[in-house]
């Protein structure tokens, strides 16, 4: 427990945004939420939690191994792809994510590292670490960003959970004063037999607050179909996924306001 308090602690004070790159045309801070179509629960009981809120890492199995693949709303020049590692372990669970986002003339690369904590009972903590490099050969520019997340869940009984997640970048180019680069709340409750319904809030910095209301529905242990709704950007989002012992098939595809559609294939393994 000393040691999360300690590196929540460490956080908060290397907040100050400090310039690492030059970037004056091209910058676009990278988390892991661009994924969030995979699964609608804030609860996914593998490694696909880093992508939602990584404190629910602490219900994860011992160990997942995840990795994904989308094409960018039509753009097929556009290579998004991401490798996930994370389990549960007598001290704590711990997590990797990295993502690469490419194509001619940007290049974009993410790793991150995720520790989990049940604190109480009924809660659970995490800090992650986020780098984040971003290229673009078009402007000439580059940035290198160091982005520090805290996230924390919740769960009064056992059909209710609840989270929150604060992204804020430590370093960038503009030297603004942020409280926050990005927050999210959510809420998933699992009371309805073989459905979770999941609400979800995200407000980032410089733009709209946006609602998502989701909806997992298990016809068996094998398959899952997935549905979500949302009032900015992605106004819906449709997902297939089916499970062969340790292994777990997804395609998810969401429409995009004025890009069109997007789709991701994604594949898990866990023990």
């Known amino acids: 427990m000393k040691y999360v308090i300690s590196i929540v602690v460490l956080s908060v004070l290397l907040s100050k945004q400090l310039v690492y790159g030059q970037s004056d045309v091209f910058y676009v801070p990278q988390t892991n939420n661009s994924w969030s179509n995979i699964s609608n629960a804030l609860n996914t009981q593998n490694a696909w939690a880093m992508y939602s809120n990584p404190a629910a890492l602490v219900y994860a199995s011992p160990l997942s191994i995840g990795v994904a693949c989308k094409q960018m709303y039509g753009l097929t020049d556009l290579i998004n792809s991401t490798l996930c590692v994370g389990g549960l ?34 809660a659970s ?62 809420a998933s409750y699992l009371g309805i037999p073989n459905v979770v319904v999941t609400i979800a809030t995200k407000k980032s910095y410089n733009d709209f607050l946006i609602t998502t209301v989701g909806v997992d529905y298990t016809v068996h242990t094998k398959l899952v179909f997935s549905a979500s709704v949302a009032n900015q950007y992605r106004p819906l989002s449709l997902g297939i996924g089916y499970r062969i012992s340790r292994c777990k098939f997804q395609y998810a595809t969401s429409v995009h306001s004025f890009l069109g559609f997007s789709h991701t294939v994604s594949f898990l393994y866990s023990l």
């Open 125 to 186: 903590v995490s800090v992650s670490g986020i780098y984040s490099c971003s290229q673009s050969e078009e402007f000439n520019s580059n940035c290198n960003s160091i982005i520090p997340q805290i996230s924390a869940t919740y769960k009064p009984y056992n059909e209710l959970l609840l989270g929150f997640t604060i992204v804020q970048p430590i370093y960038y180019r503009l030297k603004q004063t942020k409280y926050f680069e990005e927050f999210e709340c959510a």
């Open 89 to 122: 372990y007598s001290f704590g669970a711990i997590g990797s994510t990295v993502t690469m986002f490419s194509n001619n003339y940007i290049q974009s690369y993410l790793i991150s590292f995720h520790y989990a904590k049940q604190i109480f009972t009924k």
